[in-house]
């Protein structure tokens, strides 16, 4: 597993930091260029994609229908900026009775909570593995992008109970948009241990500039494309 320090390092996004964590120096992600161009870079990259993807979301509309019927898209309650609760919009992946599975089984829900993850998942609908591990599933969260509750690039969006694991680091995440694309997506997704995750959100805090979001954009997406750490 990579660790974030050489992550960065390794991909190219390492250089000259405008601060270092536990410096006085402004995070680069506090600066309010940064942050103005992310944004339009933002909805510039959601808005052609959801024109140029367009036919793909009708085919994965047909796919879950024909597999479990509707609904198409599933929400969950995620947390943003501030801390402020919000909805994740994604393709159905799951049963519909996904969470009375859990509440069912003691020993799977234990399993689930220790990473927010399952290894061998006993909720997905028949194309739901082929969607999480390409991450099709995720391609509506560009209306999230577009509505500013998500940027393209940013520490991955947590769910209830993950405020907690994060520690003192949440006021960290609480500072930033989360992201579709970021360090933790490309540097493994699935096997990263969930103390290096929460290392990621902090280096990406001190270290982001608009050429790193495009460079860890870029490795997102070979990473989806390589199936790398997919589930």
């Given amino acids: 597993m990579i660790k974030p320090t050489s992550a960065l390092e390794n991909s190219g996004l390492a250089g000259e930091p405008s601060s270092e964590p536990g410096s006085h120096r402004l995070p680069r992600y506090e600066h309010r260029f940064y942050r103005v161009m992310k944004r339009i870079f933002d909805i510039i990259m959601a808005s052609v994609a959801l024109l140029v993807l367009f036919p793909v979301f009708i085919l994965i509309a047909i796919l879950v229908v024909s597999s479990d019927g509707g609904p198409i898209l599933f929400k969950h309650r995620r947390y943003g900026l501030g801390g402020k609760p919000f909805y994740i919009y994604k393709f159905r992946s799951m049963r519909k009775d996904a969470e009375q599975i859990l509440e069912r089984d003691p020993a799977l829900k234990e399993q689930f909570?220790?990473?927010?993850?399952?290894?061998?998942?006993?909720?997905l609908i028949r194309f739901g593995k082929f969607l999480r591990s390409t991450s099709l599933d995720e391609l509506p969260q560009f209306?999230?992008?577009?509505?500013?509750?998500m940027s393209v690039v940013g520490p991955r969006p947590i769910?209830?109970?993950?405020?907690?694991?994060?520690?003192?680091?949440?006021?960290?995440?609480?500072?930033?948009?989360?992201?579709?694309?970021?360090?933790?997506?490309?540097?493994g997704r699935s096997q990263v241990d969930y103390e290096d995750r929460i290392k990621y959100t902090e280096e990406y805090y001190h270290y982001a500039s608009l050429r790193r979001d495009v460079l860890i954009l870029w490795r997102t997406i070979l990473a989806v494309l390589r199936r790398e750490g997919a589930q």
């Avoid at 909570?113 to 909720?123: C, S, Y």
């Fill in 113 to 123: 909570l220790k990473g927010f993850k399952l290894d061998h998942d006993p909720r």
């Fill in 143 to 149: 209306i999230n992008i577009l509505k500013g509750e």
């Fill in 159 to 187: 769910m209830d109970g993950e405020q907690e694991r994060y520690g003192a680091a949440y006021e960290t995440y609480k500072a930033m948009i989360p992201g579709c694309a970021g360090l933790w997506q490309c540097n």
